[in-house]
């Protein structure tokens, strides 16, 4: 990947902006609200420059929820028991993009689990019908792949990849995975340095307020996507889960007061307007975890604080209702009507 190297200052108005990770521990934890809104203001005014006024729509359809990974903080992860596992059909998935084209996306986002039986032909003939049938562009985020895999669905038209690093410190990764996979984090980042050698855009990203994150890792994972040159961030507030095992054992893995960033949506929202500053032409979306958390008001508020993209939900119920990672009431919604 041609790394990008984000600029110590940016220049907004007559105001000078230190990047640098001391300077963003400073506005992650500033009390200054008009400082803040300063700061929210100056985001906004960049995104409006570099990725211009308009909201971004992609398609997301959710394509499998079945993962061979035991994340300790997701749902999906292989130690969950009782969760229905679903593989959408080619023409499930082809449904959803025809949708994603009718309500004026110019993406489909294909994401699923870490399938233990993915089938790379099958994902390259999916592709292709996708690029065929409607023109979209074409993201895919399947976790880890090897590069093999990575360059035959390049070659099939996949335009961007989106890998999550989750969190740049090797410590906090340990923490919120089984010890097999403790070291994941170097094989994740060789990933995205390799996406960008193939030729996708790279996008990746993380949550913020997990248990045990500090100010400092969070300022640690921002200016971390910046030296990457991350085409796309997606920055969620961390949503517990109580069938995880960091959703049960919370209280205990949290830092110390004072020192333990909180999952909230205005926290989230500090990180995406700095990440904004970080990488003024990168897309960032109001993501799901932010509308969850926030509702409909936190997503738009998102839009006027750097964020430049929505996810449309396309999963096709009953699929919909159990691509679990974090609790969501619209699925559980979902769940419900199924079951009636």
Not at 151 to 157: D, N, P
Not at 297 to 313: D, H, I, K, P, Y
């Amino acid at each position: 990947m041609n790394a990008r190297t984000p600029e110590t200052e940016v220049q907004a108005g007559a105001l000078p902006w230190r990047l640098d990770r001391e300077a963003l521990v400073g506005w992650l934890r500033e009390v200054d609200e008009d400082r803040v809104a300063r700061l929210f203001a100056t985001a906004d005014a960049v995104r409006r420059e570099r990725v211009g006024d308009h909201t971004r729509y992609r398609g997301l359809v959710e394509i499998g929820n079945d993962c061979q990974r035991a994340c300790l903080y997701c749902g999906l992860g292989a130690h969950r028991r009782g969760l229905p596992r679903y593989r959408m059909s080619p023409d499930e998935i082809l449904g959803a993009a025809h949708e994603a084209l009718w309500r004026g996306c110019d993406t489909l986002v294909m994401q699923s689990g870490e399938d233990p039986a993915f089938d790379l032909e099958r994902m390259c003939g999916v592709v292709r019908r996708v690029k065929a049938e409607t023109g979209l562009a074409v993201t895919l985020s399947l976790g880890e792949l090897d590069d093999d895999a990575l360059g035959a669905l390049r070659g099939a038209g996949a335009d961007r990849y989106l890998l999550k690093l989750e969190t740049t410190s090797p410590h906090l990764y340990r923490r919120i995975h089984p010890a097999a996979e403790g070291d994941g984090w170097r094989t994740r980042a060789r990933m995205l340095r390799t996406l960008g050698a193939l030729g996708y855009a790279v996008g990746s990203g993380g949550m913020v307020g997990f248990p045990g994150q500090t100010f400092a890792d969070l300022a640690d994972d921002l200016l971390a996507y910046a030296s990457l040159g991350l085409h796309m961030v997606g920055i969620g507030p961390w949503v517990a889960h109580p069938d995880t095992p960091l959703g049960r054992h919370a209280a205990r893995l949290s830092a110390p007061p004072g020192w333990q960033v909180p999952a909230t949506v205005a926290m989230t929202q500090r990180a995406v307007a700095l990440t904004r500053l970080l990488l003024p032409a990168a897309h960032l979306p109001a993501t799901t975890a932010v509308e969850v958390v926030g509702g409909a008001e936190g997503q738009a508020q998102s839009l006027e604080r750097g964020a430049n993209v929505v996810m449309l939900g396309l999963t096709p119920a009953p699929h919909r209702a159990h691509y679990d990672i974090y609790p969501n009431p619209a699925r559980a919604l979902s769940r419900a009507s199924t079951e009636v």
